[in-house]
């Protein structure tokens, strides 16, 4: 599969403090990259999305960055809260489908 | 208000027998998909359909079948040929294939 793994990587951030959670892709063909968030037990939520004739763009507290020479993509999140702790997927699409990376867990520390 | 029912959210089937997950939108959309999570790990896509009467393989199909009679529905089922069934069922859709999925809440099926 593509987007198996054994662990999920874990970042842990300061609440208030920016998160940075970072996602490699593999296919230099991918054209529309979007970034989910996924409560425990609950189906992944947009929550940016981002083409690849672009390398920036910003949301409300959220901005992704796209790298397309190392195939990197970013979601920065601002002054992070409790309420952003989840587990967040990169997502690219190529042609119909739409392919998950591995994910990253937010772990908030009060 | 429109979006993406799955239903049940949680399932107990015995070893052995088929069991079909329903998955609705009334969000007009095109495209419909199923992905399958299992503890700690990311989406695997099973089946997806771009339109009415249409569908394709994804990556782990095996065990599994689809159907796209109507716009609006992509039902799955996991047939007894799918040697681990116990995961966590994901539908989602898209208005097209340059769009965003949207997901339903999921549907937890355990096996015994």
């Known amino acids: 599969g593509e987007s198996v793994g054994l662990h999920l990587p874990t970042l842990s951030v300061q609440e208030g403090d920016n998160s940075i959670i970072n996602c490699a892709y593999s296919?230099?063909?991918?054209?529309?990259f979007i970034w989910y968030k996924q409560e425990s037990g609950k189906g992944p939520q947009f929550i940016i999305d981002?083409?690849?004739?672009?390398d920036k763009r910003q949301g409300q507290r959220v901005t992704v960055l796209l790298n397309k020479t190392v195939k990197h993509l970013s979601l920065q999140i601002a002054a992070t809260q409790p309420g952003d702790s989840a587990v967040y997927f990169c997502?690219?699409?190529?042609?119909?489908?739409?392919?998950f990376g591995k994910g990253t867990r937010l772990h908030i520390l009060p | 208000d429109g979006g993406i029912t799955q239903s049940p959210k949680y399932l107990f089937r015995k070893e052995g027998q088929n069991v079909t997950l329903s998955c609705e939108q009334n969000?007009?959309?095109?495209?419909m998909y199923w992905y399958r999570q299992d503890p700690g790990q990311g989406l695997r896509l099973i089946y997806y359909?771009?339109?009415?009467?249409?569908?394709q393989k994804g990556d782990i199909a095996e065990g599994y079948s689809v159907s796209r009679e109507k716009k609006e529905s992509f039902p799955l089922t996991v047939t007894s040929a799918q040697k681990n069934p116990t995961a966590f069922y994901l539908c989602?859709?898209?208005?097209?294939?340059?769009?965003?999925?949207?997901f339903g809440q999921g549907t937890r099926l355990t096996v015994v």
């Open positions: 969000l007009n959309h095109d495209a």
């Open positions: 997502a690219e699409r190529r042609g119909d489908k739409i392919i």
């Open positions: 296919n230099s063909a991918s054209d529309y």
């Open positions: 989602a859709s898209s208005r097209s294939q340059e769009t965003e999925a949207f």
């Open positions: 981002i083409r690849s004739n672009m």
């Open positions: 359909s771009q339109i009415v009467n249409d569908f």
